[in-house]
């Protein structure tokens, strides 16, 4: 399967986003998904996750409350609506896929990536 994500840009501080991450291909299996970020100088990290179905979801504890995944299986994407964003949101933000289908937070569970999106938060 492949990823496109897309929707990154530059907000002030308090600002919102929405990214999308379309998958094509292999769109009839049932991958959970996940978008991950890496800041320049850091390690790649989690930021949440949605099963197949749609109805379970999971967050990092620092965007909880904030951000908001979703999933319209019907139009192969995944979102993730970023509310009253942060300085230190900005990195590149990453969709991933993976075929467990359930909830995943390791990068090394996910089988297929996008090409990542960059995202800019000024104060």
């Known amino acids: 399967v492949q990823l496109q994500a897309s929707g990154g840009g530059r907000v002030q501080a308090g600002g919102s986003l929405r990214l999308s991450c379309v998958a094509s291909?292999?769109?009839?299996?049932?991958?959970?998904v996940g978008w991950f970020r890496q800041a320049p100088g850091k390690e790649r990290e989690f930021v949440a996750t949605?099963?197949?179905?749609?109805?379970?979801?999971h967050y990092a504890d620092p965007v909880k409350g904030r951000f908001t995944i979703s999933r319209d299986n019907a139009k192969n994407t995944v979102y993730l609506q970023m509310n009253s964003l942060k300085p230190e949101d900005t990195a590149v933000y990453y969709c991933?896929?993976?075929?467990?289908?359930?909830?995943?937070?390791?990068?090394?569970?996910?089988?297929?990536w996008g090409q990542g999106t960059q995202v800019t938060v000024s104060s």
């Open positions: 291909g292999r769109t009839e299996r049932k991958y959970g």
């Open positions: 991933a896929a993976n075929t467990l289908g359930g909830i995943v937070v390791h990068t090394t569970e996910y089988d297929y």
């Open positions: 949605v099963t197949w179905t749609g109805f379970s979801t």
